[in-house]
């Protein structure tokens, strides 16, 4: 075990580990948490009483989760002045399941994505985004149910690995000088430069990650977003080693989309999973229209960046939207929205994101049950409507409660 200056590990608790490649999980597993900055305050509170509740309910005392507190953003700058100390990277390795609220990160300055540095660090290359709605929350479009959709966008290439060089700089000159005469390109003198990389390996584990996903879901398909029409040997390599890999390790249980018409007059057999693509315009435009066509989406970074946002908008917003990042085995669970300072500490935020994540976490862990409790008690408690701010302007006849209120009818509403 890792020594912790600042951590203090649970006098009870049993460390999850890996067994014949895959996580083994005791009935008191030690789940690290970084309580956030801002809003993670009210939400992480809020969140783990409704776990506890469920996890307590479904089985009775015989699970338990026994939380361990990490640091990072503000409280790890105040504990060991410095923003994201290397034993909470350590910690969350060591234990390979954690929980993370809302953390700072400045626009335009300051220190590094934390959210980012925390993918990178721990190799977190999925981010998986589930988008389905839940009925009586508010939307911009018609038929919200018809989006069921789970995101699985590349974490850790393309934008989020991008090299650049400031317009004017010594670098940038030198880079459009050389590119200019060896390349034969025209790029204007008074340019900034990006590079973005996407590689093979980057782009086959995050496709083979989501269609494992599909197949052991039992979910139709799985489509590659990219912009291959444009971006040839990035973008359209993405999807060009996607089909590749679909073929060659999942060639029993995958058919592409042209071999649906072409084979099977367009009713995929049972138990293959249809592999498909769509160039991300297209894709935005169709998750509007046509929702109820797509299952499991594998986006690039970028792409799956906007993609993310546009699904969650879709079911209520992000106060809704939860997600994960995942690697091989580690498995980091957090709120999707981000710190909102101006609301920390007033008992009014929505949890749903965070709760919603820790659902997602459950189900990691195999306690499927539990989680199917928290989903359906935060369904009920919608439907009675008594909601956050957020949800209650949307909402015709609903009660608004605080953070804590909600989380209290929540775990009221479990059965």
Same mark, same amino acid.
């Given at each position: 075990m890792p020594k912790f200056k600042k951590i203090e590990v649970p006098a009870k608790g049993t460390?999850?580990?890996?067994?014949?490649?895959?996580?083994?999980?005791?009935?008191?597993?030690?789940?690290?948490?970084?309580?956030?900055? #801002?809003?993670?305050?009210?939400?992480?509170?809020? +969140?783990?009483?409704?776990?506890?509740?469920?996890?307590?309910?479904?089985?009775?005392?015989?699970?338990? /989760?026994?939380?361990?507190?990490?640091?990072?953003?503000?409280?790890?700058?105040?504990?060991?002045?410095?923003w994201l100390p290397k034993e909470t990277v350590d910690a969350i390795q060591y234990y390979y399941v954690a929980l993370k609220g809302p953390l700072t990160t400045p626009v335009g300055g300051g220190f590094r994505s934390l959210n980012v540095s925390l993918r990178q660090l721990m190799n977190l290359y999925a981010c998986v985004r589930p988008c389905n709605y839940f009925k009586g929350v508010g939307s911009p479009?018609?038929?919200?149910?018809?989006?069921?959709?789970?995101?699985?966008?590349?974490? +850790?290439?393309?934008?989020?690995? #991008?090299?650049?060089?400031?317009? #004017?700089?010594?670098?940038?000159?030198?880079?459009?000088?050389?590119?200019?005469?060896?390349?034969k390109t025209t790029i204007r003198t008074d340019s900034g430069i990006g590079v973005k990389p996407i590689s093979v390996t980057g782009s086959k584990r995050l496709i083979r990650k989501a269609i494992q996903y599909a197949i052991d879901k039992k979910l139709p398909s799985v489509t590659l977003v990219h912009k291959g029409n444009i971006m040839k040997y990035t973008e359209g390599a993405f999807?060009?080693?996607?089909?590749?890999?679909?073929?060659?390790?999942?060639?029993?249980?995958?058919?592409?989309?042209?071999?649906?018409?072409?084979?099977?007059?367009?009713?995929?057999?049972?138990?293959?999973?249809?592999?498909?693509?769509?160039?991300?315009?297209?894709?935005?435009?169709q998750i509007l229209t046509r929702p109820d066509e797509y299952d499991v989406l594998a986006p690039t970074n970028l792409n799956g960046d906007y993609l993310s946002d546009a699904c969650a908008a879709q079911v209520g917003g992000l106060g809704?939207?939860?997600?994960?990042? /995942?690697?091989?085995?580690?498995?980091?669970?957090?709120?999707?929205?981000?710190?909102?300072?101006?609301?920390?500490?007033?008992?009014?935020?929505?949890? #749903?994101?965070?709760?919603?994540?820790?659902?997602?976490?459950?189900?990691?862990?195999?306690?499927?049950?539990?989680?199917?409790?928290?989903?359906?008690?935060?369904?009920? +408690?919608?439907?009675?409507?008594?909601?956050?701010?957020?949800?209650?302007?949307?909402?015709?006849g609903a009660k608004k409660v605080g953070t804590t209120a909600y989380a209290d009818n929540i775990i009221k509403n479990m059965k």
């Open positions: 460390r999850i580990t890996v067994k014949n490649k895959k996580l083994s999980i005791p009935n008191d597993p030690i789940i690290p948490f970084i309580e956030g900055d #801002g809003i993670g305050r009210d939400i992480m509170k809020a +969140t783990r009483r409704v776990v506890d509740a469920a996890v307590e309910k479904t089985f009775k005392g015989k699970k338990k /989760i026994a939380w361990m507190e990490v640091y990072a953003g503000e409280k790890a700058n105040d504990l060991y002045k410095e479009v018609v038929a919200p149910e018809k989006l069921d959709v789970v995101i699985f966008r590349e974490n +850790t290439e393309d934008v989020y690995s #991008g090299i650049e060089w400031k317009k #004017g700089s010594k670098d940038v000159k030198k880079v459009i000088t050389w590119m200019n005469k060896n390349m999807r060009d080693w996607g089909y590749d890999l679909a073929k060659k390790e999942f060639g029993r249980k995958t058919i592409t989309e042209d071999e649906l018409w072409s084979k099977y007059k367009g009713k995929a057999p049972k138990g293959k999973v249809v592999i498909k693509d769509r160039i991300a315009d297209s894709m935005f435009q809704m939207a939860p997600g994960a990042n /995942i690697g091989d085995y580690i498995g980091l669970f957090e709120a999707t929205h981000g710190t909102a300072p101006k609301y920390a500490d007033k008992d009014v935020i929505n949890p #749903g994101s965070l709760i919603l994540s820790a659902v997602m976490m459950l189900e990691y862990l195999g306690w499927e049950k539990a989680g199917k409790m928290v989903s359906d008690a935060v369904q009920k +408690t919608i439907n009675k409507k008594t909601v956050t701010y957020d949800l209650h302007r949307q909402m015709k």
